[in-house]
């Protein structure tokens, strides 16, 4: 691969992937030549999808576009990101809430690595109070998240929450 593609990391648990991380994987594609989407496997989290599960979510999102790929790890992030040859780790900011965990996670970050730097994106306006886990808790409890979703994640989440509405 050319010395000259700028290649961006986006971690994250992805439990499932919502509308929120497609808008921020298309906001980094605007700076990034590739995104690859990194699903922490981290077997001490109890998560709703297996990794495979997310892997496959994630990939029918972007139709297996070229820019975009979609991967799993674990340990260090700066590990993973320089085993890649990336020189971002991008992380989405909603709210002012979010600032202070991401922040002390980026100067962790920046501490174990010095090349790897973090970009903070903003999400769109209609996903800013979004997140997989409040989905996750409005379909188990039987909301319509029509919309917040990709059609097959919101297929997938019906098949856990059968209570779901359509
Ligand atoms: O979607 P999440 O759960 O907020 O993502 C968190 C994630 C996966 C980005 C973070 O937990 C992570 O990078 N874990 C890997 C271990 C690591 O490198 N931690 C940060 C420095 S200690």
Not at 6 to 22: E, L, M, R, W
Not at 73 to 98: E, H, K, P
Request: hydrophobic content about 45%; aromatic content about 10%.
């Amino acid at each position: 691969m050319s010395k000259n593609i700028k290649i961006a990391v986006y971690p994250g648990s992805f439990d499932p992937f919502t509308n929120g991380h497609i808008d921020i994987v298309e906001r980094a594609l605007k700076i990034f030549d590739q995104v690859i989407v990194a699903i922490l496997n981290n077997p001490s989290k109890k998560a709703l999808f297996t990794v495979e599960e997310r892997v496959e979510m994630i990939k029918k999102s972007f139709n297996n576009g070229e820019n975009v790929t979609v991967d799993a790890f674990d340990g260090l992030l700066v590990d993973y990101a320089r085993m890649q040859n990336a020189t971002a780790v991008i992380r989405g900011m909603r709210a002012i809430s979010d600032f202070e965990s991401e922040f002390q996670m980026a100067l962790m970050n920046r501490r174990l690595c010095r090349e790897v730097q973090t970009i903070f994106l903003m999400t769109g306006l209609r996903w800013i109070f979004t997140s997989s886990s409040i989905i996750k808790e409005a379909a188990q409890f039987g909301g319509d998240i029509t919309g917040m979703v990709p059609v097959f994640v919101k297929q997938k989440l019906k098949e856990k929450f059968p209570k779901m509405k359509e």
